[in-house]
């Protein structure tokens, strides 16, 4: 992908996280006595947009306002290095002070002051002034008065890109915005309709589109994933996270993943499974948490490690780009076994990813007769790459994975040392072409003459 510009407008804020350890309560009050171990502060709100957009390595701008304050010096200090736009309010900064004890929020402590700013021609004029350098725009809405109805209309009616907008409360001041991404909750309040099963989330998503002339709708149902409206028709995308510590933040890496996702050219399906798969990251730690592509890649190949030939083609780009010698190799894999491990653990020492091909259904029926394979396709193909050998499985339909290879172009080409002295497939298409060794007597054959005569 390449590395998209994107700019984000919104209420920044300073969160501030107290960690501490609780053994005993106050003698004064009923109340816990938190003693103070460390103390962290982060951007916050739009701000943290921004962490995580960093985080994926995009090339930031960033339109904010910030007090005549402490807190907004801080956050002066912490966005040198990126385009700040910022403008100073005479309001304080907005700082949210959490106490944490045991990886548990005891209480939060906030410090802001809620009204409108008092400069809303000059921010409009400066969003007019540099959107051109920019290839999206995100609008990270926290209700504390940057994004009045009158800068948010402006913003979107001369912005000459995408807007997608995270909203709190007043949705109609982003009417006909690319995208919208409320949670289930914020699309109930602002449609009136209780979301409380498929049928009645159907009809807010379809009503709050339609009112606010949106391109594209997208609610957050939390533990049940996303619903995605376009034009006519709804997709439901499944939760992928395993573990929930804190949800502090979620909605702005989903945000900053979606935005960062179309803007470096994946579909609006695959922005959204990616950014489904940064929230999963976030939500497994604790506090204002950001996810890095190293992770969620990681947390991605856990959930689904079989990806198509364009996914793989930038998996193979950008490895080569930092060095990293890519593998590959193919076959059936139809029951897997010992030397099907060996084998593949063997090829993965030869480079640093590995790369399997698995033949198709279809495929293997021309190749092994009628009667193969045993297992279907998906379950070949999803064992193997969850093997810890393995980075990445794709499935193909052709006999031989020669246009495989050809578009993967791999550094080396790995097969069986029953291919000594023959020609192997898309030899010549690779740097280096490797033979290992079989284990004596582990085959697919061989199981299943077996299992016939037992």
Known sequence: ?????????????????????????????????????????????????????????AEVGFLSVVGDDEAGEWIKKKLK??????????????????????????????????????????FIERFKEVVGEYDLVLLSDYDKGVLTPKVSQEIIKTSPIKVFVDPKR????????????????????ATQIEIKDRESLIKAGKKLKEELNLQTLIITLSEEGMAVFEEDEVTFIPTVAKEVF???????????????????GKDLIEAVKFANTAAGVVVGKVGTAVATLEEIEKYFKEQEPIKSVKELKRIVSKAKKEGKRVVFTNGCFDILHLGHIKYLQKAKELGDILIVGVNSDESVKRLKGKERPI???????????????????????????????????????????????????GSDLVKETYLIEFVKGKSTTSIIERIKGC
């Open 1 to 57: 992908m390449r590395k998209p510009k994107i700019l984000v407008v919104g209420d920044v804020m300073v969160d501030n996280y107290i960690f501490g350890k609780c053994e005993r309560i106050s003698p004064e009050a009923p109340v816990q006595v938190v003693e103070v171990e460390k103390e962290e502060k982060v951007l916050g709100g739009a701000g943290n947009v921004v962490r995580n957009l960093l985080a994926f390595d």
């Open 81 to 122: 290095g990126i385009n700040s736009y910022l403008f100073t309010s005479n309001r304080p900064t907005t700082k949210k002070s959490r106490i944490i004890a045991s990886h548990q929020q005891i209480i939060r402590i906030d410090k802001e002051e809620k009204k409108r700013i008092e400069f809303e021609e000059e």
């Open 170 to 189: 007043d949705f109609f001041k982003f009417k006909g915005a690319t995208l919208l991404k409320p949670n289930k909750k914020e699309a109930s309040l």
């Open 246 to 264: 804190d949800v502090t933040g979620a909605g702005d890496t989903v945000l900053a993943a979606l935005g960062y996702g179309v803007a470096s």
């Open 375 to 425: 297992n279907p396709q998906y379950d070949r193909a999803y064992l193997v790459g969850n093997l810890k050998a393995v980075d990445y499985v794709t499935i193909f339909e052709e006999d031989t994975p020669y246009n495989l290879i050809k578009e993967l172009k791999p550094d080396i080409l790995v097969k069986g040392k029953d291919y000594e002295g023959k020609e192997v497939v």
